[in-house]
């Protein structure tokens, strides 16, 4: 996001990718303990996670497969975008416009594969949907 680029990749020379990987967790964890949002309540991201008792969930392999895997027939895909002043909602490359009340709002972008929709959430609300065809 821009606060990583401006105040870490802006800033930090690193010439290695061990560099890269020690000062993005170091940025990451200072971010992450330290700057609170109102958003979150004035909380930061990780009292935030801790109060919310979500339970994370996380790819079972480290490394991505090498070959192309098949498009998926069913499942849903969760994304979390912040709408800016613009009130474009940016998903992988694709612009999608929406109203003016999700502006400055973290929004849940749910790509539900076997319907072919994009739905957009606010609070756990449906407030836009758009048909979303796979390529």
Known sequence: NDRYQQMFLGKVVMASEDDLKTGSLAFEQCHNTRYRYSKLGGKTPLKALATSNTKLRFPKENEAPKHRMEKPETGRYHIVRLI????????????????????????????????????????????EEFDYKLR
Do not use: H
């Open 84 to 127: 800016r002043s613009d009130l474009k909602l940016n998903i992988f490359g694709e612009c999608f416009s929406v109203p003016p009340k999700l502006m400055l709002e973290y929004v849940v972008a749910t790509i539900d594969v076997k319907e072919q929709k994009l739905k957009i959430f606010l609070d756990n609300k449906q407030v």
